[in-house]
C-alpha cells in the first residue's frame, strides 16, 4: 500500500532521462563502475599487502654474519 509501483518507477526514470540526458547518464556509469573497480582492486592489494606482513620473513644478518666468517677464514689461510 505504501510502496513504489513499477509505473510509478518508469516515471522516474523517464524524467531523469529527460533532464540529464543518455550520453551524461552513459558517463556517469562508466564512472561509477571504474570507482567500483579502484576500490575493489584496492582492497585486494590491501589484503595481499596484510598477507605479505604476516609472512615469515628470513633472518638477513645470520646469513650475513655467516659469509663474514667465511672470507676471514679464507684470509686468515692466505
Known sequence: M???????VV????????????????????DLGGALKGFKKAMNDDEDKKDADFA?????????ASTTQTKEK????D
Open 56 to 64: 615469515p620473513v628470513e633472518d638477513k644478518s645470520d646469513a650475513t
Open 11 to 30: 516515471i522516474i526514470l523517464l524524467i531523469v532521462v529527460l533532464l540529464f540526458g543518455t550520453k551524461k547518464l552513459r558517463n556517469v556509469g562508466s
Open 74 to 77: 679464507a684470509e686468515s689461510k
Open 2 to 8: 505504501g510502496g513504489i509501483s513499477i509505473w510509478q
